[in-house]
């Protein structure tokens, strides 16, 4: 990589305050509109959520791109800017970078399913365009100056700039390097921030079923129910742990649970979970029924419907309970949930720089010329499916076009 740093301050026309998705593509995007472009990371690498993206698999879009798969805030925002680089812009970026994809249900990966190949093409386009990078460069001050910016580290190094980006991303994760910090950046221009709080992330409960089936995985239909009504619902695994739950259901509907539990500050929120969603409430009366006659035990009465474990949580906790109890719980088991993961196991970040004070068109600030956003730091949050990722590219590419 190219460094920046020489004895005299040196003077680009583009800084980007962070390395992640967003902050390369708004780099080769700067670079390739004829930008002198750095790049500002404060790890020893770029890139490196996109690294441990989709399992190691990356994730990168999604077959059904488009605002309805994201919060509702940041909805017009995301609209206008897939309008400038939406699928099929993102899907040629990475094809004439040399990345081949391929499709599995309507997520997109790439044909390796290596995130180190989505990586590696961005990086060699990278070297390809000179764009410089300076690794280890902590931003913690942009103060302005007469002829534009001074992006400042917490170790000394500074650069000068007419028109800076900030892509440090949001707070999930923090080990791999966007812990908020680009937050306070953010404030010193007077944005508002969204509280940010933990999004796609385990839900932490005592239900004693957690308790008897840790380590079960089954697939199901969660929702989240919110004051008594059904705000998400989603089918897929539920995995029950030591803490609670976990699996691709409960990430789906965690962030409603989060926002009320870690924003609004609820002592509790509640699940509920249909853990036979293959079989109807009738149905189900019917066979629990049918097997009581046959003289099956508490101990054996799933069989063959639910994993061998739940003999378990019929032994200790259904005996002598009701058909009409039994079926109950398993079509609609509600769980008490007391508080969710942290950063360190939330994918996304719900929450960060109100997007009200952003231009739709160009990501611009409203409050500062010049300066601009991308990526996750926006309160801009995508289902899970590809729509995060896709979302960094297209807001770092649009971004990087700067004005
Ligand atoms: C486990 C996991 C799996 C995921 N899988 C997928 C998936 O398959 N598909 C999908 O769409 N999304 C996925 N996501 C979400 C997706 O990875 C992120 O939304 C996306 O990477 C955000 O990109 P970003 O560039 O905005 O932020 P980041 O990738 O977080 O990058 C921000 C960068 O800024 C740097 N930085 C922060 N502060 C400063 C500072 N003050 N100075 C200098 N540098 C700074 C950080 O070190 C970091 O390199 C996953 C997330 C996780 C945690």
Redesign the pocket.
Known sequence: MISAINKKMQKFDTVI???????IVAAISARRSGKNVVI????QR?????L????G????SNLDLNEAHYNTEGRELVKSIFSRFGREKIENFFNELGLKLGSEVSMIFPATDQAASVLRVLEDELKALKVAVELD????NIAGSPKGFIVKSRNGKSIMCNTVII????K??PS????G??YV?ASSFGHKITAPIPSAVPLVTKDIFCHLLQGQKIQCVAKAVIGGKVKKETEGELLFTKYGLSGTAILDISEDISIIINRLGAKFAQDSIDMVPFIGADELKEEIIRRINKGFTEENLMIGILPNKFSLVFRDLFKGASVEKIVNVLKDKRFDIIDTKSWNE???TSGGVNVKDIKESTLESKLKKSVYF????LDVN?E?????????WAS?FVAGLTE
Request: with cysteine.
């Open positions: 305050i962070g390395g992640g998705a967003a902050g500002c990371e404060k790890m770029l890139g490196k959520k996109i441990i993206s989709g399992a698999r990356c994730n990168i460069f902590e931003v913690n892509t440090g991303g949001g999930s994760y791999l390097g966007s812990d910090s680009c950046l939330a994918e996304f991308a990526g996750e730091i995508g899970r499916g590809g729509y995060n990722l896709a979302w960094a770092g």
